[in-house]
């Protein structure tokens, strides 16, 4: 099977949808859940998996990404992933971390690609009075939030939502879209995936 690392920052949602998807005839597993906070809730969801987890804390780095990137260089590497999934990372990365990696790394950004690069993209298509909106997974490039779009998925926009109520409705697809497209990537197959 491919080796599968996922990197998070937060409750990880999408790596519990990942994690949940790799079993029986998948063909991938995971290897390491990375996180650069031990905040992160979703360390804890991936010990109780039996999955292996590090942390690097990105605060003692502060102001030198390189450093930073060394260090999340090491369990990494250590892991031997054949693909690296982006989950709710919340940090940027260098052109140097991102080429070691290129082809072999996958990111989830929660808006319908090529719009909202970037943060709160929820309430910026609400503020632009979008009537659709969504999740896309893309294939990581030095460029944020870039790189070939591997998969999307669509929600409506409702007359009475807030980010809030937006955003649950989107991370719903998150975890629909995310297994769909790792599937079909880690089989080798690089043709996008939309849902529904
Ligand atoms: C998800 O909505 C993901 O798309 C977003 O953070 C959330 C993480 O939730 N990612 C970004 O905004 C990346 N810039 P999770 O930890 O429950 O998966």
């Given at each position: 099977?491919?080796?599968?690392?996922?990197?998070?920052?937060?409750?990880?949602?999408?790596?519990?949808?990942?994690?949940?998807?790799?079993?029986?005839?998948?063909?991938?597993?995971?290897?390491?859940?990375?996180?650069?906070?031990?905040?992160?809730?979703?360390?804890?969801?991936?010990?109780?998996?039996g999955?292996?987890?590090?942390v690097?804390?990105?605060?003692?780095?502060a102001?030198?990404?390189?450093?930073?990137?060394?260090?999340?260089?090491?369990?990494?590497?250590?892991?031997?992933?054949?693909?690296?999934?982006?989950?709710?990372?919340?940090?940027?990365?260098?052109?140097?971390?991102?080429?070691?990696?290129?082809?072999?790394?996958?990111?989830?950004?929660?808006?319908?690609?090529?719009?909202?690069?970037g943060?709160?993209?929820?309430?910026?298509?609400?503020?632009?009075?979008?009537?659709?909106?969504?999740?896309?997974?893309?294939?990581?490039?030095?460029?944020?939030?870039?790189?070939?779009?591997?998969?999307?998925?669509?929600?409506?926009?409702?007359?009475?939502?807030?980010?809030?109520?937006?955003?649950?409705?989107?991370?719903?697809?998150?975890?629909?879209?995310?297994?769909?497209?790792?599937?079909?990537?880690?089989?080798?197959?690089?043709?996008?995936?939309?849902?529904?």
């Amino acid at each position: 099977a491919k080796h599968v690392a996922i990197l998070i920052s937060g409750g990880g949602s999408n790596m519990m949808a990942l994690l949940d998807s790799m079993v029986g005839d998948h063909p991938a597993r995971p290897c390491l859940v990375l996180s650069n906070t031990a905040a992160a809730g979703g360390l804890a969801r991936a010990a109780d998996r039996g999955v292996p987890t590090a942390v690097v804390d990105h605060r003692p780095f502060a102001g030198d990404r390189p450093a930073f990137e060394a260090e999340l260089m090491k369990p990494l590497l250590a892991a031997r992933p054949d693909i690296v999934c982006f989950a709710g990372f919340m940090r940027i990365l260098t052109a140097g971390f991102v080429s070691h990696w290129q082809g072999r790394a996958l990111n989830i950004h929660p808006s319908l690609l090529p719009l909202y690069k970037g943060l709160n993209t929820h309430a910026r298509a609400l503020a632009a009075g979008d009537t659709e909106h969504g999740c896309t997974v893309h294939e990581v490039t030095a460029e944020l939030d870039d790189g070939p779009i591997l998969g999307q998925a669509r929600v409506p926009v409702l007359p009475d939502d807030t980010p809030e109520t937006l955003a649950a409705r989107v991370l719903k697809q998150e975890h629909r879209l995310y297994p769909a497209v790792l599937r079909r990537f880690a089989s080798g197959d690089r043709r996008p995936v939309f849902l529904p």
